[in-house]
Protein backbone atom coordinates (compact mmCIF):
# COMPACT_ATOMS: atom_id res chain seq x y z
CA UNK A 1 0.00 0.00 0.00
CA UNK A 2 1.60 3.20 -1.02
CA UNK A 3 1.43 6.25 1.43
CA UNK A 4 2.85 10.04 1.66
CA UNK A 5 3.46 11.48 5.00
CA UNK A 6 4.18 15.11 4.94
CA UNK A 7 5.74 16.31 8.27
CA UNK A 8 7.53 20.16 9.26
CA UNK A 9 4.56 22.17 8.72
CA UNK A 10 3.69 24.49 11.64
CA UNK A 11 3.46 28.92 12.52
CA UNK A 12 6.07 30.84 11.15
CA UNK A 13 6.37 34.26 11.38
CA UNK A 14 5.93 36.63 8.17
CA UNK A 15 9.88 36.50 6.66
CA UNK A 16 10.63 32.66 8.40
CA UNK A 17 11.50 29.31 7.55
CA UNK A 18 9.71 26.11 7.10
CA UNK A 19 11.20 22.73 5.66
CA UNK A 20 8.06 20.16 4.79
CA UNK A 21 9.36 16.30 4.07
CA UNK A 22 7.36 13.60 2.78
CA UNK A 23 8.48 10.46 3.44
CA UNK A 24 7.01 7.66 0.70
CA UNK A 25 6.45 4.13 1.31
CA UNK A 26 5.04 1.27 -0.58
CA UNK A 27 6.79 1.75 -3.62
CA UNK A 28 9.35 3.98 -4.99
CA UNK A 29 9.18 7.04 -6.41
CA UNK A 30 12.60 7.57 -7.66
CA UNK A 31 11.69 7.44 -11.53
CA UNK A 32 8.49 9.47 -11.63
CA UNK A 33 7.64 13.24 -10.69
CA UNK A 34 6.62 14.28 -7.19
CA UNK A 35 4.41 17.55 -6.39
CA UNK A 36 3.82 19.79 -3.83
CA UNK A 37 0.48 21.48 -3.68
CA UNK A 38 -1.73 23.97 -1.19
CA UNK A 39 -5.15 24.84 -0.45
CA UNK A 40 -6.17 27.98 1.65
CA UNK A 41 -9.71 27.92 3.20
CA UNK A 42 -12.21 28.56 0.53
CA UNK A 43 -9.45 28.29 -2.35
CA UNK A 44 -8.83 25.62 -5.31
CA UNK A 45 -5.85 23.61 -4.31
CA UNK A 46 -2.78 25.32 -6.26
CA UNK A 47 0.09 23.92 -7.83
CA UNK A 48 3.83 24.74 -6.09
CA UNK A 49 6.47 22.65 -7.46
CA UNK A 50 7.22 19.42 -9.13
CA UNK A 51 10.27 17.39 -9.32
CA UNK A 52 10.59 14.84 -11.40
CA UNK A 53 13.11 12.12 -11.83
CA UNK A 54 15.65 14.06 -13.41
CA UNK A 55 15.39 16.27 -10.92
CA UNK A 56 14.25 18.78 -13.31
CA UNK A 57 12.25 21.24 -11.10
CA UNK A 58 8.91 23.10 -11.57
CA UNK A 59 7.38 26.37 -9.29
CA UNK A 60 4.71 28.53 -9.46
CA UNK A 61 5.44 31.90 -9.74
CA UNK A 62 4.34 32.79 -6.57
CA UNK A 63 6.71 31.00 -4.96
CA UNK A 64 9.33 30.98 -7.25
CA UNK A 65 13.10 32.56 -5.88
CA UNK A 66 11.68 31.64 -2.26
CA UNK A 67 10.73 28.27 -2.24
CA UNK A 68 13.19 24.71 -3.25
CA UNK A 69 12.20 21.23 -4.30
CA UNK A 70 14.76 18.42 -3.58
CA UNK A 71 14.25 14.87 -3.28
CA UNK A 72 16.42 12.01 -1.81
CA UNK A 73 16.01 9.01 -3.32
CA UNK A 74 17.91 6.93 -1.06
CA UNK A 75 15.37 8.12 1.09
CA UNK A 76 12.36 7.91 -1.09
CA UNK A 77 11.63 11.78 0.79
CA UNK A 78 11.49 14.99 -0.96
CA UNK A 79 11.43 17.74 0.44
CA UNK A 80 10.20 21.19 0.40
CA UNK A 81 12.28 24.16 1.49
CA UNK A 82 10.42 27.65 2.27
CA UNK A 83 12.03 30.94 2.88
CA UNK A 84 10.55 34.73 3.18
CA UNK A 85 7.39 32.71 4.01
CA UNK A 86 4.31 35.82 3.51
CA UNK A 87 1.02 35.25 5.28
CA UNK A 88 -0.75 34.93 2.06
CA UNK A 89 1.43 31.03 2.46
CA UNK A 90 -1.33 29.96 5.10
CA UNK A 91 -2.13 26.80 3.34
CA UNK A 92 -2.74 23.06 3.95
CA UNK A 93 0.40 21.77 2.28
CA UNK A 94 -0.06 18.26 0.07
CA UNK A 95 2.50 16.44 -1.05
CA UNK A 96 1.58 13.90 -4.36
CA UNK A 97 3.23 11.25 -6.81
CA UNK A 98 2.58 10.22 -9.82
CA UNK A 99 2.00 6.78 -10.95
CA UNK A 100 3.48 6.90 -14.45
CA UNK A 101 4.98 10.29 -15.85
CA UNK A 102 2.68 12.74 -17.50
CA UNK A 103 3.98 15.75 -18.64
CA UNK A 104 1.72 18.06 -16.79
CA UNK A 105 2.84 18.43 -13.48
CA UNK A 106 0.86 21.15 -12.67
CA UNK A 107 -2.37 19.38 -12.82
CA UNK A 108 -3.57 17.83 -9.68
CA UNK A 109 -5.42 15.35 -11.67
CA UNK A 110 -1.70 14.10 -13.06
CA UNK A 111 -0.95 12.59 -9.57
CA UNK A 112 -1.94 9.44 -8.01
CA UNK A 113 -1.03 9.36 -4.55
CA UNK A 114 -1.50 12.19 -2.22
CA UNK A 115 -0.41 12.68 1.41
CA UNK A 116 -2.93 13.79 4.03
CA UNK A 117 -1.73 17.31 4.50
CA UNK A 118 0.13 19.50 6.69
CA UNK A 119 -1.15 23.09 8.01
CA UNK A 120 1.55 25.73 7.44
CA UNK A 121 0.50 29.34 9.01
CA UNK A 122 2.47 32.21 8.21
CA UNK A 123 1.48 35.27 11.16
CA UNK A 124 2.14 38.96 9.73
Known amino acids: QVQLAESGGGLVQAGGSLRLSCAASGRTFSSVAMGWFRQAPGKEREFIAA???????YYADSVKGRFTISRDNAKNTVYLQMNSLKPEDTAVYYC??????????????????WGQGTQVTVSS
Open 96 to 113: AAQRYYRSDYYNTEAYDY
Open 51 to 57: IRGSSTT
